[in-house]
């Protein structure tokens, strides 16, 4: 994966907070992320003609992306609702 990985705010996701996981959901890899897991948030990409979301984050010391598909039929609701699922750390 590219080290030049875009720095681009996702609704109330920003670069460089750090939010953790207050719902589980699993992504479209299929891995889960469970409560209480953080992130430092990098950026977001999104390839419209799949409507693919791509979160950028350092989890455990670890870049990693996670994939979701914004579509009902995936992880549509959950990428609709990603208040709900991840928030601020306080």
């Given at each position: 994966m590219?080290?030049d990985?875009?720095?681009?705010?996702?609704g109330h996701?920003?670069?460089?907070?750090?939010?953790?996981?207050?719902?589980?959901f699993r992504?479209?890899d299929?891995?889960e992320h469970p409560?209480?897991e953080?992130?430092?948030?990098?950026?977001?990409?999104?390839l419209?003609?799949?409507?693919?979301?791509?979160?950028?984050?350092?989890i455990?010391?670890?870049?990693r992306q996670?994939?979701?598909q914004?579509r009902?039929?995936?992880?549509g609701?959950?990428?609709?609702?990603?208040?709900?699922?991840?928030?601020?750390?306080?």
């Amino acid at each position: 994966m590219s080290q030049d990985w875009p720095t681009t705010s996702f609704g109330h996701l920003w670069p460089g907070m750090t939010y953790m996981v207050v719902q589980p959901f699993r992504d479209f890899d299929g891995n889960e992320h469970p409560v209480g897991e953080t992130w430092s948030f990098i950026g977001s990409g999104f390839l419209p003609y799949d409507d693919g979301l791509s979160l950028f984050v350092i989890i455990d010391g670890q870049r990693r992306q996670i994939r979701m598909q914004w579509r009902e039929e995936q992880q549509g609701a959950i990428v609709d609702n990603l208040p709900d699922y991840v928030e601020a750390k306080k």
